[in-house]
């Protein structure tokens, strides 16, 4: 499989506690993304890449949430001591350098819970 | 007021109707993105555009830059269309601004 893979698929946790999650972009594609969705919404931005260089935090990124790409190719996101709030769809994509023309490619999302 | 705005934000429909689907927004775009989302959260980008018309299959998306308005119009729905059907634009820097998408029940 070539897409873009996303580790854990589900994850649940008490609240307090630290979390990680990865992303295994299109191999070729040098721009990733990071996503939250909450149910029944559209996602909202987090942050994204180009190659290992973060361009762009939201406002959304607190200082609990931290993001890594740090050989331009897979990328982390850790979310220090957990909160309920958290809990979301954390979606991943990826695409090609051209910001016009990139097509984006989704995983299939990590979700979590915290209890 | 949301950037990006969808309606409906919920439809039913018999299968073989068309299908419209709008996306308005206020922003400058450099594109507009129509995505698919099943239940379970996998998306999968359908259409890319920065002007004029798009189809694949039975899709087919328009954009109205001076308008700033894209429909997705599915012909011939089928169950299988059902899903949440979600419009995004670039703007400014290359993050995305998403709408909160469309509903779409397709029975039998």
């Known amino acids: 499989d070539t897409g873009v893979s996303q580790d854990p698929r589900h994850k649940i946790t008490k609240r307090g506690q630290n979390v990680t999650f990865r992303c295994d972009p299109i191999s070729e594609h040098n721009r990733l993304y990071w996503y939250r969705q909450t149910l029944g919404q559209g996602p909202e931005f987090l942050t994204y890449?180009?190659?290992?260089?973060?361009?762009?935090k939201s406002r959304l990124l607190s200082d609990r949430f931290s993001a890594e790409r740090p050989k331009g190719s897979f990328s982390t996101l850790e979310i220090q001591r957990t909160e309920q709030g958290d809990s979301a769809m954390y979606l991943c994509?990826?695409?090609?350098?051209?910001?016009?023309?990139?097509?984006?490619?989704f995983g299939e999302g990590s979700r979590l819970t915290v209890l | 007021k949301n950037e990006v705005e969808q309606s409906p934000q919920n439809l039913t429909a018999q299968e073989g109707e068309f299908i419209t689907i709008n996306c308005s927004y206020s922003?400058?775009?450099?594109?507009l993105h129509w995505l698919q989302q099943h239940p379970g959260g996998g998306i999968v980008s359908l259409f890319m555009l920065s002007s004029g018309k798009k189809k694949h299959g039975r899709l087919i998306a328009t954009i109205n830059i001076q308008e700033k308005h894209s429909s997705l119009h599915i012909t011939a729905s089928h169950p299988r269309d059902s899903a949440v059907y979600i419009c995004a634009v670039r703007s400014g820097t290359d993050k995305l601004i998403f709408g909160t998408g469309t509903r779409l029940q397709v029975f039998p």
């Open positions: 922003v400058g775009i450099s594109a």
């Open positions: 890449f180009q190659n290992e260089a973060q361009l762009e």
């Open positions: 994509a990826s695409s090609p350098q051209s910001a016009n023309t990139g097509e984006l490619f």
